[in-house]
Structures are given as structure tokens and as C-alpha cells.
């Protein structure tokens, strides 16, 4: 959660549009006001850590008044105290504008995320170490929580607003590069083609056939059983049978292929577009 621009807090927004309300270029954000600058990373929110930007958005908007924010600046950390404003915005962190949205009130200090980091030849190596690392987490958590988001696959089938967390076929992901393409947001447009390369690899480390991860773990479970018999003076067994693994096999790829169709379709009919 590192804080970018600050900018003034508009009192509320078109429900339907979601554009905002004007706002005197005279008032000062209370981001601005509490001392909060470009590149202070926020450690936590009124008690509560935030790890991420969307965490620090979340608990932002429950908090009202004088609300304690922990920052680190340079390796050292304070404390500061922001004067929260109420406003009205819509309910849903994730709402589209087209179509009428509940505004509710929330709480705001008109701070901006820092999209862009950047370091000198000396930490840009460490620091791509813990990217990687946060990619190959990220992938796998979303790999553990694909069969949870199955259901708003066919939800998107029947037209209802996009899920932006919904699963997307390689006609999905092309459509979000599209856009990101014609935005000239190339830095976005990479960290797509990182991502899929990344979804690519780590899905293809499952232990179920005829993935690698199965062969992989057919193959371990050779070596483990036969050192077994080794310890116990017995001689080899045969290799794995790979036919008495068919029939899992191919309930795997009816599997597979059905969420295939279904994602495909869903991209296709009700499509993710990103934002302009």
C-alpha cells in the first residue's frame, strides 16, 4: 500500500455515471494535510495492517475523524493523524458505471496509489526476487480459490454484471490486453503476459495427469517406494502402470475442458474490459 498523489474529496458521485462531484481546488486532502507524501507506505489503518492497497481503501472507508495511520519513509516509521471526511460513494468497491449503483457513506482523505516503483540497479535485484515470489503466490492462492469462483462463471452466462474476479479464458485475457494496448498502459499489458506465463507454469505443476506435476509425482512416488523395498533388502518393482491412471485422466480433461467451454463462452457473451 504505497501512497501516490493527493488530490481533493469530492462530496459524492453520479450513481449511474460514477463521475464525480466538483470540488474546490482549495481544499486541502486530509492525506495532504496530515503530512502523508508520494512514496510513504502504509502499514496500518486505525490499528488495522494493510498489506495491500485495496486492505488500506477498505479500512479507510470505515473510519471517520482522526484516525491514527502507521507510514514507513525511508526504512524509518511515525505515526500521523488523518482527519478522515465522510462522503458518499458507491457500495460496491467494484461497481461499473451504465447502471444505478447504492452510494453509501465512507470514508475518504483523497489519496491517490502509487502505480509505478522504482529502484537503482542495486535493489532492482532483491526486489525482483520478491516480486517473483508474490506472483508465484498469488498464482497458486488463485489456483486454490478457481473451483469458489466456477459459480460466476455461469452467472456472467446469464448477463449479470462482470466479476472482476471471475475466471477468464485466453479469449478473456486477450480482450484485457486489447484494451490495455489500446490505452498504451504497456506496463499493465506485460504484467498480463508475466501473469499467464506464470498461471501457465504453476497449473502445470499439479499432480494429476497428463500434466507434468502427475509425471512428476509418479515419478517420486517410484523413488520413495522403491527405496522403501531397497531399506528392506526387497529388489524393484515394475514401473508404474500408466493405463490404470486413464480413467483419471480423462475425467481430468472432461473436466478441464468443460471449464474451458464454459469460460470461453462467458468471455465471449459478457466479457471483462479493463476501465478507461
Known amino acids: 500500500a504505497v501512497a501516490g498523489e493527493t488530490a481533493c474529496v469530492p462530496a459524492t458521485q453520479n450513481p449511474v455515471t460514477l463521475a464525480a462531484s466538483p470540488c474546490s481546488p482549495s481544499d486541502i486532502p486530509p492525506a495532504r494535510r496530515a503530512g502523508i507524501k508520494p512514496g510513504d507506505t502504509i502499514l496500518s489503518v486505525g490499528g488495522v495492517t494493510t498489506p495491500t492497497w485495496t486492505d488500506a481503501v477498505r479500512v479507510i472507508r470505515d473510519q471517520r475523524g482522526a484516525t491514527p495511520f502507521v507510514l514507513e519513509r525511508d526504512g524509518q516509521r511515525m505515526t500521523v493523524q488523518v482527519d478522515v471526511t465522510t462522503v458518499q460513494r458507491a457500495a460496491d468497491l467494484a461497481a461499473k458505471p451504465g447502471q444505478p449503483n447504492k452510494l453509501v457513506d465512507v470514508g475518504a482523505i483523497g489519496l491517490g496509489q502509487q502505480l509505478t516503483a522504482h529502484y537503482n540497479p542495486v535493489q532492482a535485484v532483491p526486489a525482483t526476487f520478491v516480486f517473483t515470489g508474490q506472483m508465484f503466490a498469488g498464482t497458486w492462492q488463485g489456483l486454490m480459490m478457481f473451483p469458489e469462483k466456477v459459480p460466476a462463471v455461469f452467472k456472467a452466462l446469464t448477463g449479470a454484471p462482470p466479476d472482476l474476479n471471475r475466471p477468464v479464458s485466453v479469449v ?48 517420486l512416488y517410484e523413488r520413495v517406494r522403491d527405496g522403501v523395498r531397497r531399506r528392506q533388502g526387497k529388489a524393484k518393482m515394475p514401473p508404474v502402470d500408466y493405463t490404470k491412471l486413464l480413467p483419471l485422466t480423462y475425467a481430468f480433461i472432461l473436466v478441464i475442458g468443460a471449464i474451458s467451454l464454459l469460460t470461453i463462452a462467458a468471455d465471449i457473451v459478457n466479457p471483462i474490459r479493463l476501465p478507461e
Open 172 to 219: 478473456g485475457a486477450s480482450i484485457i490486453g486489447g484494451d490495455a494496448a489500446e490505452q498504451a498502459q504497456w506496463a499493465f499489458f506485460l504484467v498480463l503476459l508475466v501473469a499467464l506465463n506464470f498461471f501457465v507454469g504453476v497449473f502445470n505443476l499439479l499432480p494429476l495427469l497428463p500434466l507434468d506435476g502427475g509425471h512428476i509425482a509418479v515419478n
